[in-house]
C-alpha cells in the first residue's frame, strides 16, 4: 500500500534543560520516514542543499524510502531551524528559521508516485501541500495534514483551500482555537470539520490526543514518561505512526484510527526519549509492540454498571 510523504528534510539544532544537540538533521518529513517506514514503504517528497549529508539519504533508503521525489540542490542550503524549549517542555522558542532550498521548494510527483493511496502532508506552506495534492491524478484514499499556527497567521486563505480537500487534520489544542475561534475543543471541532477534513486529530503534547469523527470522540494518552529529552518531531512521528498504522491495514474506518491514534502515541513516546531522530534509528519491531502493550495496560479497566 503505497505511502507518500511531504515536508522539510533539515538541519536542526535544538536546546532543552537537558542540553544541547548541536547541529543534527531532522524536519518534518524526516522524522515521519523514519517512523512510518516500521509499517510500510514510504514514497519521500522534499528538498535539501548539498551540504545534507548522502549518509543520512543512504540510511532512509535502506529503511525503504523511496527518494526519487528528494530535491537535491547541490550549491544551495538545506532548511536550518533551531529552537530552545522551556523547563515545562511543552513550549518552545523557535531561535533561528532559514528557509534556504525551502524558500523556493516547488515538489515535483514522480511519475512512479502516482498510484499514491495515502498521502501525509507534512507541516509545510499551505501552497507547497496543495501543489502536491493537484498533481496527483488520482485522489488518494486518505489525505492527512500537518500544520501549524505560523500558517495560520500569514497564510490563512492558502491553508483554507488545502483543508478543503484533505481528510484528516492534526493541530494542538491551541491551533484548533486559532483556527475555529472556539474554546471549547468540541465546538472548535464542529467548527474545523466543516472546512473540509471529516477526522480532526487535536494534539495536546503530554496530555494525549484527542481524535472527532461527526459525533464522536475517541480520546487517546500520551505514555507518562520519566524523562522527555527532546520533544522535537514527536508530532511528526505520531503522525508517521497514524497514517503507516492506516496504510499498512489500508483500512481507515473510525474504529481503526482509534487504534492508529495509540500506535501514533506509542512511536512519538519513543521519539522523546533522545535527540533527534536518534532513538527511532534504534527501535525494532518488538520494542514497539512492547510500547503498543504499555499503552492497553494503561487505558484498560474493567468496569460493570448496575
Ligand atoms: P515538531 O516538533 O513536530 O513541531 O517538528 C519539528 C521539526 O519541524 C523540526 O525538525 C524542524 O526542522 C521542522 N520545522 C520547523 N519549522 C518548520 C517550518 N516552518 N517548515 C517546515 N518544517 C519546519
Known amino acids: 500500500m503505497s505511502l507518500t510523504v511531504v515536508g522539510s528534510m533539515a ?61 537535491v540542490k547541490k550549491d544551495e542550503k538545506s532548511f536550518y531551524w533551531a529552537g530552545r524549549y522551556h523547563m515545562d517542555m511543552n513550549t518552545r522558542d523557535t531561535l533561528v528559521t532559514e528557509l534556504n532550498v525551502l524558500g523556493t521548494f516547488q515538489p515535483v510527483v514522480p511519475e512512479s508516485y502516482q498510484d499514491c493511496e495515502f498521502l501525509m502532508l507534512g507541516n509545510l506552506a499551505p501552497s507547497v501541500q496543495l501543489s502536491v495534492i493537484d498533481q496527483l491524478r488520482h485522489k488518494p484514499k486518505l489525505i492527512v495534514i500537518d500544520t501549524m499556527n505560523f500558517w495560520m497567521d500569514i497564510a490563512l486563505e492558502d491553508l483554507k483551500k488545502v483543508l478543503a480537500k484533505v481528510d484528516v487534520l492534526l493541530v494542538n489544542d491551541s491551533e484548533a482555537r486559532q483556527l475555529s475561534g472556539e474554546y471549547s475543543l468540541v465546538k472548535a471541532a464542529a467548527v474545523i470539520t466543516r472546512m473540509g477534513p471529516r477526522f480532526l486529530i487535536i494534539k495536546k503534547g ?17 505514555l507518562p514518561l520519566e524523562e522527555v529529552f527532546d520533544p522535537t518531531g514527536a508530532g511528526d512521528t505520531f503522525a508517521g ?23 501514533g502515541s506509542a512511536m512519538a513516546s519513543f521519539c522523546v526519549e533522545k535527540f533527534g531522530t536518534q532513538r527511532l534509528r534504534e527501535i525494532s519491531r518488538p520494542d514497539i509492540d512492547e510500547r503498543i502493550r504499555q499503552f492497553v ?9 448496575v
Open 206 to 222: 503530554e496530555h494525549g490526543a484527542l481524535l472527532f469523527h461527526g459525533n464522536h470522540v475517541f480520546f487517546a494518552p500520551a
Open 297 to 305: 495496560e494503561l487505558v484498560n479497566f474493567d468496569i460493570s454498571l
Open 241 to 263: 505512526g497514524f497514517i503507516g498504522h492506516l496504510a499498512r491495514t489500508k483500512d481507515i474506518s473510525f474504529e481503526n484510527m482509534k487504534t492508529a491514534i495509540i500506535v
Open 11 to 71: 538541519f536542526d539544532d535544538i536546546e532543552t534543560p537537558f542540553g544541547k544537540s548541536d547541529k543534527i538533521v531532522g524536519g518534518a518529513a524526516t522524522y515521519i520516514a523514519w517512523c512510518a517506514s516500521n509499517f510500510t514503504p514510504v514514497n519521500q517528497i522534499s528538498v535539501v542543499g548539498g551540504d545534507f549529508p548522502a549518509g543520512e539519504l543512504d540510511a532512509l533508503s535502506a529503511r525503504g524510502v523511496n527518494l526519487e521525489g528528494v530535491q
